[in-house]
């Protein structure tokens, strides 16, 4: 998804769930990131959060914001990768108050990865998550996005299981069964087009001029832009 159609998309998502809570959560990103060079992504071993890095840095430098640009933190860099794809775990044992650690796994974590969130936590760095809702991640995380239950009516995420009747032909229940799985593979195809959506979303909304302005001075703008008729 390129730039264009994720704006056009994050306008059309505007007063949904998910536009809400996509911002709210940026927002949130940036608000609790005060040290320079503060945030940092991280995810599975398999699964490393490259996309959404990406893009937050893409974000934040076209806004001129410098110092909330993301570290991928990888749990193996080979020697020869370039500096920014060269930060290990070690930096994790680095981190404390006024950082963020980002963690992207759209499937169950491991052990593994949940240990090294808690070490982090508990040298008061914000967690905040982007996952499927896994209530080990969810417990150790200040702030999570589960994006799959924020994708309003029309985005897909339903599926309709297929009732059978007892006497119906064998070849009959082998086709309906054949149908139901086409439209499980649709519906996983779907939540992970979802899950890549709400991450176009955090991305532009973490580069937003009052992303990090406290919340009380969020409202007295929008407060201040009603009375004036002034958009938004």
Do not use: C
């Not at 009732?163 to 009959?172: G, M, Y």
């Amino acid at each position: 998804m390129d730039l264009t159609r994720a704006s056009l998309l994050r306008g059309m998502l505007t007063g949904t769930e998910l536009g809400s809570r996509t911002t709210e959560f940026a927002h949130s990103l940036r608000r609790f990131t005060t040290r320079t060079g503060g945030l940092m992504l991280f995810g599975p071993a398999d699964d490393e959060p490259w996309h959404l890095t990406a893009h937050l840095d893409d974000e934040l430098h076209r806004a001129g914001i410098e110092s909330v640009r993301p570290s991928l933190i990888r749990w193996s860099p080979p020697p020869d990768a370039p500096p920014h794809l060269s930060i290990g775990l070690d930096r994790l044992r680095d981190a404390g108050r006024g950082e963020s650690l980002l963690v992207v796994a759209e499937d169950d974590p491991a052990d593994t990865l949940l240990e090294r969130i808690s070490d982090v936590r508990r040298r008061g760095t914000t967690i905040f998550s982007i996952g499927n809702g896994d209530k080990e991640l969810t417990s150790l995380s200040h702030e999570s996005l589960v994006p799959e239950l924020l994708v309003p009516d029309g985005f897909g995420w339903t599926s309709r299981r297929i009732e059978l009747d007892h006497d119906e032909p064998e070849s009959a229940v082998e086709q309906a069964m054949a149908i139901d799985q086409a439209a499980v593979t649709d519906l996983e195809a779907r939540t992970a087009e979802g899950f890549e959506m709400a991450q176009h979303l955090v991305s532009l909304a973490a580069a937003d001029e009052e992303a990090g302005q406290p919340a009380w001075r969020r409202r007295l703008r929008a407060a201040i832009e009603r009375l004036s008729g002034e958009p938004g």
